[in-house]
């Protein structure tokens, strides 16, 4: 069983399947796709009902004195078998599309959902289960959509159709598979319990094999460094054995459950031709009344077993459809206003920050800004500066509108960001983050995130005021090569140029720097200098940085301490005042004529 599987039998269920409505939305586009295939489910149901009528003129047929009669009655047969082919094969064409269509309509409105979620959303959902619900719940509702719900219609359909037609074919037979169904069902339920409880303990076994395994690979040089390679095999095997142990008793069960069943089924049928074969030899049936009766009885006992099996796949999916219903209808905290109003065209680029305090929604009794309040003139470049967790990046995230703040106002070019659309005003701002993200697709394409409609030409000219044409242009496919999952191709000071690069292709007013040349050598920090110090040229820039020297020639220093803004200054008159930032700049220029 692979882990995909494994996840969705670990799916939690609802005994709700009235969820399922919620799928409805969806549905209702498609009604024209819907009726055609409601229409081949009822079409092929009638005609596998009708199968047995024409088996039993074909049987008593034989006994007909005239040949074309016989001949009719095998063309009857024919036709209906041509017939149930046919609807069959339409209803799993307009059944599984329709499944297909709605599902990639859901996914697409998931997506859409979540992608503008904001931080504040995150930290109450993780990521991984917002995936899980786009993968693993989309897939359950496929597999119900596009297979069995029309299968569960199909065989309700023959369950009441096969027992009216039993009763009419002899009511004294169908008394008596009536009574075996009950000595049939009993073990089923009271087995299957114990089978579907040691299948999920087995699933949970194997999942936690794969994940001893997952853990030790991805620090496989860790577990080799420490010569742990003993114990961690002792760890998985003791895991692998416990998961085989278990599935023994579940195959043990099964096949117990399967003896039963089995026997139980073919003394019934068994009973049943007896006591038919009496009543065809007392010429109380015919012989083809008796093979109508034994086949409707097939259908019948089959019905409801594929309606028992069903009934898990649909609670399954109802559960599915609760989370993602869930997860379409969550609110956000930071929300776009219903009357937006435009940030005006081209921004000028003044900051301010008016009387803000926030608390982040995960920890609401800890203030990480106090009534912080400054003013960043266009143009200006202004240095955040402080320990850590003082409220540095606090700020960019509250100009980026991740959250909003508890108190006071942020604005941009006057204009409250609670006033404007994020979408909007986030086209003047530029971010330059400390860990940029770097996308499994070529470099050209990385760049081009900055400004989706560039050129090509405008991609390599940002390259090249970022310092990063000589190193890209040497990469096997030069722009085109493919940076491979989190830019594994590139250094943590490429990388850094090629963020900055997408920042130059942006082109915005605001440029916002988080770190940017932190945990760099010597050579790369002075290499993405150079292009910081390009890319920041008639922009208000925001930078924040913990090595001091590369601020010193700011225009500006703000000093933040406990999310509290404690001084304001040019380097040389926040040294002359003796702070906390001479206290700062005293310990890293010491430390560096030291080494």
């Known amino acids: 069983m692979t882990d995909s599987t494994a996840a969705q039998e670990m799916r939690a269920k609802s005994k709700n399947l009235s969820a399922l409505r919620g799928l409805w939305p969806f549905i209702s586009p498609y009604r ?3 009726a055609v295939a409601m229409l081949a489910l009822i079409g092929t149901a009638a005609i596998t009902l009708a199968l047995p009528l024409a088996v039993r003129r074909v049987v008593d047929g034989f006994e007909a004195r005239e040949l074309l009669l016989l001949n009719q009655y095998f063309a009857g047969a ?3 078998a041509g017939l149930l082919a046919l609807g069959t094969g339409l209803r799993y064409y307009f059944v599984t599309r329709l499944g297909e269509r709605i599902v990639c309509d859901i996914r697409k409105a998931l997506f859409s959902r979540v992608i503008d979620r904001s931080p504040a959303f995150y930290e109450r959902i993780m990521t991984g289960e917002v995936l899980s619900r786009l993968t693993t719940d989309t897939t359950l509702i496929q597999s ?26 002899s009511a004294k037979l169908t008394g008596f598979v009536l009574l075996m169904v009950p000595v049939i069902i009993v073990p089923i339920v009271v087995m299957g319990r114990k089978l579907r409880h040691l299948s999920r303990e087995n699933q949970d076994w194997i999942a936690a094999s794969s994940g001893n395994a997952s853990e030790a690979l991805s620090a496989v040089q860790t577990v080799q460094a420490n010569t742990h390679e003993t114990a961690s095999r002792a760890a998985f095997d003791r895991v692998t054995e416990t998961s085989f142990d278990v599935a023994r008793r579940r195959i043990f069960t099964r096949a117990l459950l399967t003896v039963i069943v089995i026997f ?12 038919g074969a009496r009543d065809v030899a007392a ?15 097939v259908i019948v006992a089959g019905s409801v077993g594929a309606l028992s099996e069903i009934w898990s796949e649909l609670q399954r999916a109802a559960g599915a459809t609760e989370r ?21 065209r081209p921004a000028r680029g003044e900051v301010r920050f008016e009387h803000v ?9 800890q203030q990480a800004l106090h009534d912080v309040s400054f003013r960043i003139r266009p143009g200006e470049t202004v240095a955040l500066v402080g320990p850590s967790g003082a409220g540095k990046t606090t700020v960019l995230q509250l100009l980026l509108r991740y959250y909003d703040p508890d108190r006071g106002h942020v604005r941009i070019d006057g204009l409250d960001l609670r006033q404007m659309a994020r979408s909007d005003f986030r086209q003047a701002l530029a971010l330059v983050p400390q860990d940029p993200a770097i996308f499994a697709t070529s470099a050209m394409e990385n760049i081009r995130f900055g400004r989706p409609g560039a050129s090509d030409s405008e991609v390599v000219a940002a390259a090249k005021a970022a310092a990063a044409d000589e190193f890209l242009t040497r990469l096997p496919e030069g722009y085109n090569t493919e940076l491979g999952e989190r830019g594994v191709l590139l250094s943590g000071g490429q990388k850094q140029r090629v963020a900055i690069a ?11 720097l988080d770190e940017a040349t932190s945990a760099l050598d010597a050579e790369s920090e002075a290499a993405v200098q150079r292009a910081v110090d390009h890319l920041s040229r008639g922009r208000t820039t925001i930078v924040i940085a913990h090595r001091l020297s590369t601020v010193k020639q700011a225009d500006r220093i703000i000093v933040f301490d406990d999310g509290r803004l404690v001084a304001t200054g040019t380097h040389d008159d926040l040294v002359a005042e003796g702070g906390l930032y001479a206290r700062l700049a005293r310990l890293q220029f010491t430390a560096d004529r030291a080494a």
């Open 264 to 275: 139980l089924v073919f003394a019934g049928i068994l009973g049943t031709l007896w006591a």
């Open 283 to 297: 010429g109380v049936m015919t012989p083809g009344e008796l093979a109508q009766f034994v086949i409707y009885a």
């Open 324 to 344: 993602l219903i869930e997860l379409l209808e969550a609110d956000d905290s930071v929300q776009d206003p219903a009357d937006p109003r435009p940030l005006p």
């Open 78 to 80: 024919f036709g209906l």
């Open 32 to 34: 024209a796709l819907l």
């Open 144 to 169: 119900v959509i596009g297979s069995s719900v029309s299968i569960a219609l199909r065989n309700a359909l023959m369950l009441l159709g096969g027992l009216v037609l039993l009763a009419l074919t």
């Open 357 to 365: 305090s926030f608390s982040y929604p995960t920890r609401p009794g």
């Open 502 to 512: 997408r920042a130059i292709l942006r082109d915005a007013p605001i440029l916002l």
